[in-house]
């Protein structure tokens, strides 16, 4: 065999070797994304930091929730999705601040912006070892994307390789779907209260 041919043998090899590298190799943000721990709705989900379980679920056309100039109703050309949930630290003090939909089709929605003043919502409540306490998350999807979706739960959006809850969500009960729901002030054990329509 030639010096030439030789030399164009090794350079076809080396390229399909780079190549064949290229596509096994993650992503960065594979390699950096959050450690999945699985839960299904119903049971505690527990990661290393903390320990989270849904209470119930409901689902709304209309939300009405007091806001700074007092309250406000709020529509939506999907649905509103209202869970009340109960989550403790596991041994230190903790906020969780991230929370994201993860619909049927893989789209990701976080929770919505528009009832920051909300009492009780998940990253206003700060954790503590042992003691669970109540938190509400509320978000804002298109009626094709509930069924079937799964919960993102973790301290942080931004931890690289922090553990991330991915709580696999069942089907919502006839009684939970409601045409519009109030969110109102609560005590200091429950920080809201829900009224149905």
Request: aromatic share 6%; hydrophobic share 40%; proline share 8%.
């Amino acid at each position: 065999m030639s010096g030439g041919l030789k030399n164009a043998v090794a350079l076809c090899l080396a390229i399909a070797a780079l190549y064949g590298m290229r596509l096994s190799t993650p992503l960065y943000s594979e390699i950096v994304s959050p450690v999945a721990v699985p839960g299904v709705q119903g049971k505690p989900a527990k990661t290393a930091r903390f320990v989270m379980g849904i209470v119930k679920v409901y689902l709304a056309q209309e939300l009405t929730a007091p806001g700074l100039g007092g309250t406000r109703t709020y529509t939506t050309s999907g649905r509103w999705l209202v869970i009340e949930a109960a989550a403790k630290a596991s041994n230190e003090s903790i906020t969780l601040t991230s929370a994201q939909w993860r619909g049927p089709d893989g789209i990701r929605y976080a929770m919505t912006r528009r009832l920051s003043t909300t009492p009780g919502l998940l990253g206003s409540e700060r954790l503590e070892p042992g003691i669970p306490r109540p938190i509400l998350l509320v978000f804002e999807l298109p009626e094709n994307q509930i069924e079937g979706g799964t919960l993102l739960v973790a301290e942080t959006a931004f931890a690289p390789l922090s553990e991330q809850l991915q709580i696999t969500m069942t089907p919502i009960e006839a009684a939970n779907i409601h045409p519009s729901i109030t969110i109102e002030r609560g005590g200091h054990i429950l920080p809201w209260k829900l009224e149905f329509r």
